[in-house]
């Protein structure tokens, strides 16, 4: 289960689902699974220079050097924030371009933000 799929929050929601009420048992494995995506240093600043790069996109060539971590590394890690529902990948020529999911961390946000 993704991140996109824990919960949708409507403009007309009064407080953060976290302070309203308890979180049903398969969305708090879910909200953990993302989570755990995020709880990693590398994974945090690869996904901080997607989201801060032009058009919240990056070339995998690109991320490889400011992480200093070889190239499988870093696609692995990548592969996590995709599955996680943070980056959306396309394909171009031999690249992997990763972009950053429009609203991922508005949701995120969303659920510890009360209002």
Do not use: N
Request: aromatic share 4%; with cysteine.
């Amino acid at each position: 289960m993704t991140m996109l799929e824990i919960t949708d929050i409507s403009a007309s929601t009064c407080c953060a689902p976290l302070v309203r009420e308890p979180l049903p048992v398969e969305e708090a494995a879910a909200l953990a699974h993302t989570m755990k995506a995020l709880a990693d240093p590398a994974r945090l600043r690869l996904l901080s220079i997607v989201a801060s790069s032009e058009g919240h996109e990056a070339c995998v060539c690109d991320l490889i050097e400011p992480v200093g971590l070889s190239q499988p590394t870093v696609s692995h890690h990548l592969k996590i924030l995709t599955e996680a529902g943070f980056l959306s990948r396309s394909k171009r020529g031999t690249w992997a371009y990763y972009a950053l999911v429009p609203g991922a961390l508005d949701r995120l946000a969303a659920l510890f933000t009360a209002v």
